[in-house]
């Protein structure tokens, strides 16, 4: 299997603009989460979906931030506008969960600049 | 709800020598206790974790963790460092994953 696969891997884009970023979950995992990670304030969880469902959204900054996950293989985190402080190394990671959690596995990340 | 701590930022050991990084936890309920590693410009990497079971946890890399419910514990363990080992260290909890600030890892040839 390939992983986790995230893109784009590097983004760098001006401050108003829409950024979305892009992430192909392992296939046959039924869950999907996005994290960010800042020097500031770490890894943090933005949302994760169970069998394509937003379950907890509670991690989502501001209505800036949106994410779908449209069918088991892919999902999107979009930041519309972005701005400077959205800068961050943004992780996708899937897992399968039956009853305990699963063991999560973390894409590459995708580095997010606003300039 | 689970949460860690991990008390230490960083951890300097010589190589050969004897690896542990710390991680407390706080929970309500059985907790489920996980340990990532992250080296520079990549993903994080699951090491090991406990659901439940025996307290003494294996996992990659000849890593190791001992679960210990009375002092509330969770450390990651190796007993001979790598200059390899050297890297960014998460402990994490709950199916969410809440993190901790993570231990950096730096071992000396």
């Known amino acids: 299997d390939a992983g986790v696969i995230q893109s784009p891997r590097h983004e760098v884009t001006e401050m108003g603009q829409e950024v979305t970023l892009r992430c192909k979950p392992i296939?046959?995992?039924?869950?999907l989460f996005w994290y960010r990670q800042t020097m500031m304030r770490g890894l943090e969880l933005l949302i994760y979906?169970?069998?394509?469902?937003?379950?907890?959204d509670s991690g989502m900054p501001e209505d800036r931030f949106s994410a779908k996950m449209p069918n088991a293989s892919f999902s999107t985190l979009k930041i519309q506008p972005s701005e400077p402080r959205d800068s961050a190394v943004y992780f996708c990671?899937?897992?399968?969960?039956?009853?305990?959690?699963?063991?999560?596995?973390f894409g590459p990340g995708t580095r997010l600049t606003v300039l | 709800a689970q949460s860690v701590a991990q008390p230490e930022d960083q951890v300097n050991v010589a190589e050969g020598n004897p690896l542990t990084v710390k991680c407390t936890y706080s929970?309500?309920?059985?907790?489920?206790l996980f340990w990532y590693v992250q080296y520079p410009n990549r993903g994080l990497q699951f090491l090991l974790k406990?659901?439940?079971?025996?307290?003494l946890v294996k996992g990659s890399y000849g890593f190791e963790a001992e679960f210990n419910k009375s002092q509330t514990s969770f450390h990651l363990k190796k007993p001979s460092a790598l200059v390899s080992d050297s890297a960014l260290y998460f402990c994490?909890?709950?199916?969410?994953?809440?993190f901790g600030a993570g231990t950096t890892v730096t071992v000396r040839a």
């Open positions: 994490a909890s709950d199916y969410k994953l809440s």
């Open positions: 406990y659901i439940t079971g025996d307290n």
């Open positions: 929970v309500s309920g059985n907790p489920y």
């Open positions: 990671a899937s897992s399968l969960v039956s009853g305990n959690p699963g063991t999560q596995y």
């Open positions: 296939s046959g995992h039924n869950s």
């Open positions: 979906f169970n069998n394509n469902v937003p379950i907890d």
